[in-house]
């Protein structure tokens, strides 16, 4: 991947790809006294404390070694606190891998039983998290069994409504019915 498209923006909004990837190796760069160091500078507010940390790993790290701190981790054991265990791990890499990818226009589907874990995983505690309103919309996938909500249809790919249950706005095109508008840019 070239420079330019390390700085390209991604669906996680205000961040390039840099920084997306900086996120996704902060669990295995950060020690427990960096993290609660950073948490009490953030007063006690997570998503701040992962914002400035990956816009300060993101400058301060070269594309080579945000790389490395991924692919050297793969196999890394790590869970989300509070999450639900391993399939909340999984989730964060998916989500965040369509914010790269997606973004990019790449168009590799992520396997749909990857996909089923993460829904089943995500649906509520998404909605809840990122405070996305589906009022009176019901998200149908088009290529597994899953549907989320009652009223007007937005359908599109089980990874493009994962993408709308975490507050993302898709590229036009990705969503199909009368309220998909509401998720698209464009």
């Not at 020690?31 to 953030?42: D, E, Q």
């Not at 990857?114 to 309103?133: C, E, I, K, P």
């Amino acid at each position: 991947m070239d420079e330019a498209t390390w700085d390209a923006p991604t669906l996680c909004a205000g961040w390039r790809v840099r920084e997306v990837a900086a996120h996704l190796s902060m669990p295995f760069r950060t020690s427990l006294p960096r993290f609660l160091v950073g948490m009490i500078a953030a007063r006690g507010n997570f998503d701040r404390l992962a914002d400035r940390a990956a816009r300060a790993d993101a400058a301060r790290m070269s594309s080579e070694e945000l790389v490395a701190a991924i692919r050297d981790n793969t196999a890394h054991p790590w869970k989300p606190p509070g999450g639900s265990g391993y399939a909340s791990a999984l989730s964060h890499d998916v989500i965040h891998g369509l914010d790269i990818t997606v973004a990019l226009g790449h168009t590799e589907p992520v396997p749909l039983d990857r996909m089923r874990l993460v829904l089943g995983a995500n649906t509520q505690r998404s909605l809840d998290y990122f405070g996305v309103d589906l009022d009176g919309i019901a998200l149908q996938a088009t290529d597994l069994d899953f549907r989320h909500g009652a009223g007007e249809v937005v359908s599109g790919a089980a990874q493009d409504l994962l993408l709308v249950l975490c507050g993302r706005t898709l590229p036009p095109g990705r969503l199909h019915g009368a309220p998909a508008a509401r998720f698209t840019s464009g």
